[in-house]
């Protein structure tokens, strides 16, 4: 069997960052990613096939130049490859990494696994969310900047926080001003002062946003705090949104509804940390709503309470690319300092100086997280006939039913109907369901811990039946040659 | 509908699909979605129990609502699977199951 003393899963900012610290000190380091190239979605680039020869703005600056380190390290690299199980080793504290390339499965054994496999848009579901024309923020960000599509021509951007002004900035400079954007959060003027010296620590992106913001208001575009899209209506696609003016829980305020005419919504309600991985190795988790929902708990070296798997970036909490580097770094060289490599007293230095960056982009993070969290009351959008769970069609109606048949957690709705066993596996409606549960178990005192999430099992992602019978037998085939 | 882009980011050669038996133009390097969408074509299937359209969702890959089939391969991801010259992609899927 293959065997590696670190494999890095996820070569965005967060993992790029771990797999480089622990080459540049010897360690032998796997980084695969499911992508065909290296980035993530922070530092996607363009096709290949496309040219592209535009200035380049310092995040895509900084992106390039890591991949560029990325290539010229020792670091080993396999791209379009799904990790779809994580097992630990019959040698306790060593983990097997279960592989699917395009062509063929494989396995490798690691000393020390660091998961950085990011995050992605939270799902908002309102009637007729399923319809084609609705879609997430990072979709449309995606089909803007790396395809150069615009996703409709009368756009209306529907949402909370930052991701969804960047988006806005990024359709006006496609030339496709959007109709408008509705920010559900409603800021007063004592959230924003007492947030003021976290958000002085970041000038760089302070500096950015106010671009954003002369953009938008030089567009024309209308903006909109405290409202947000509560209906998608069309035959076959959207083509007519209802909006409405929502209250500080996010409770819609009735007789505010106004119709809006337009061919694509776009929601941008922030992200949840996509750790499926730590979730399947069953490592302790806790539900964090401010850093977007179920997380890991890690101690100071980004270590997991499974030994020797360490959690990293948005995975670990939503907090963007700034602090997935930092995470990356720290983890890398907890991996290095683990396998011997470098002195102790180095590594404590190194950590030292880290940290106080570290902290600084925590903070921020935390900040996001107060003035731009959904809100409970968001609940009041959804109607007895509107689908939950996308992939299994099951309705809100089907999840109350079960409530009222006795499912206490997402397990337990997910065992009567259905909902999060298909294709998606739970990752679009969990967390919708989670707080079904929670708002109408409300009497019984009931909280997300006890509610949970569902139960990760291999394979993460759909595979065909070829592909894990072959896998299969290459895990017999190794086993044996080993005995 | 395609962006005009500026003279420093060019987009891969002219390709052709079918979708459905109709011609399409795309270029290479464009996801399938991105080439569908930019032919204003935004249901890419069906769903099974109730047949539903549905369309891009996630754009990355996460949610599988984008679903096609493609060559006769069925559930294949638009928003990840990039165009290749000749390409057959149906978005009929789950229809026919529907109906039946």
């Given at each position: ?13 967060a ?100 998961i950085a496999t990011g995050a992605y848009d939270r799902p908002f ?35 909370t926080g930052?991701l ?21 959060s ?9 947030h003021?010296?976290v ?51 996010w ?18 309600y922030g992200l949840v940390p996509n750790n499926r991985l730590s979730r399947?190795?069953e490592c302790e988790h806790e539900y964090v709503a401010v850093k977007g929902g179920w997380v890991p708990i890690r101690d100071e070296?980004l270590q997991t309470t499974c030994?020797?798997v360490y959690v990293v970036g948005d995975a670990a909490g939503v907090g963007g690319?700034e602090l997935a580097?930092v995470e990356?770094?720290i983890a ?26 570290l902290l600084r982009q925590r903070r921020y993070a935390k900040a996001l997280g107060e003035l731009f969290t959904p809100q409970p009351?968001a ?30 957690s997402v ?15 739970g990752r679009?409606?969990e967390g919708l369901i989670a707080q079904?549960l929670l708002n ?6 009931v909280d997300m811990q006890r509610i949970g999430a569902s139960?990760v ?27 | ?100």
């Amino acid at each position: 069997m293959n065997r590696k003393e670190l494999v890095v899963i996820g070569a965005g900012p967060a993992g790029i960052e771990a797999a480089l610290t622990a080459s540049e000190l010897g360690v032998e380091v796997l980084l695969v990613d499911s992508f065909p190239t290296a980035g993530g979605q922070y530092y996607k680039q363009p096709p290949q096939a496309f040219e592209d020869h535009r200035k380049k703005n310092a995040s895509q600056k900084e992106g390039k130049l890591l991949l560029q380190m990325l290539d010229s390290s020792n670091v080993q690299l396999l791209t379009g490859c799904l990790v779809w199980g994580l097992f630990e080793d019959h040698d306790k504290g060593s983990w097997v990494v279960q592989l699917a390339l395009p062509d063929r499965p494989m396995q490798v054994k690691a000393d020390a696994v660091i998961i950085a496999t990011g995050a992605y848009d939270r799902p908002f579901a309102f009637p007729g969310w399923t319809l084609p024309g609705v879609m997430t923020a990072g979709a449309g960000q995606i089909l803007v900047k790396t395809q150069g599509v615009v996703p409709g021509s009368k756009v209306l951007l529907t949402g909370t926080g930052p991701l969804q002004i960047a988006l806005a900035d990024q359709l006006i400079h496609a030339g496709v001003t959007p109709v408008a954007m509705l920010e559900a959060s409603t800021i007063s003027l004592w959230d924003l002062l007492r947030h003021v010296p976290v958000f002085l620590g970041q000038f760089n992106r302070m500096v950015e946003g106010l671009g954003y913001g002369f953009d938008i208001l030089r567009s024309g575009m209308q903006v909109r705090m405290g409202w947000a899209v509560v209906e998608a209506r069309g035959d076959g696609s959207v083509e007519e949104a209802v909006i409405a003016r929502l209250g500080p829980d996010w409770k819609v305020i009735a007789g505010s509804e106004e119709k809006v005419q337009v061919d694509t919504v776009i929601l941008g309600y922030g992200l949840v940390p996509n750790n499926r991985l730590s979730r399947m190795v069953e490592c302790e988790h806790e539900y964090v709503a401010v850093k977007g929902g179920w997380v890991p708990i890690r101690d100071e070296t980004l270590q997991t309470t499974c030994p020797n798997v360490y959690v990293v970036g948005d995975a670990a909490g939503v907090g963007g690319a700034e602090l997935a580097h930092v995470e990356g770094k720290i983890a890398g060289l907890a991996v290095a300092s683990r396998c011997g490599r470098g002195k102790q007293s180095d590594f404590q230095w190194r950590y030292a100086k880290l940290r106080p960056e570290l902290l600084r982009q925590r903070r921020y993070a935390k900040a996001l997280g107060e003035l731009f969290t959904p809100q409970p009351g968001a609940l009041s959008l959804f109607r007895e006939n509107m689908t939950v769970c996308r992939c299994e069609e099951v309705s809100y109606r089907d999840i109350l039913d079960a409530i009222q048949l006795g499912a206490r957690s997402v397990n337990e709705v997910k065992m009567i109907t259905r909902a999060g066993m298909g294709n998606c596996q739970g990752r679009m409606c969990e967390g919708l369901i989670a707080q079904i549960l929670l708002n109408a178990l409300s009497v019984e005192n009931v909280d997300m811990q006890r509610i949970g999430a569902s139960t990760v099992r291999p394979p993460l992602e759909p595979m065909t039946l070829d592909m894990l019978a072959r896998a299969s037998q290459m895990i017999e085939t190794e086993e044996n040659q080993l005995t | 509908m395609r962006v005009h882009l500026s003279s420093d980011l060019k987009r891969g050669k002219k390709v052709q699909i079918f979708v459905d038996g109709e011609t399409v133009e795309a270029f290479a390097g464009e996801t399938i979605a991105a080439a569908l969408l930019a032919s204003g074509i935004k249901r890419f299937r069906y769903t099974r129990k109730k047949g539903d359209p549905r369309g891009i969702f996630c754009g990355m890959g996460v949610c599988f609502e984008c679903l096609v089939t493609v060559n006769g391969e069925s559930n294949v991801r638009a928003c990840l699977t990039p165009v290749v010259d000749g390409m057959k992609i149906d978005t009929k899927s789950g229809w026919l199951a529907h109906e039946s």
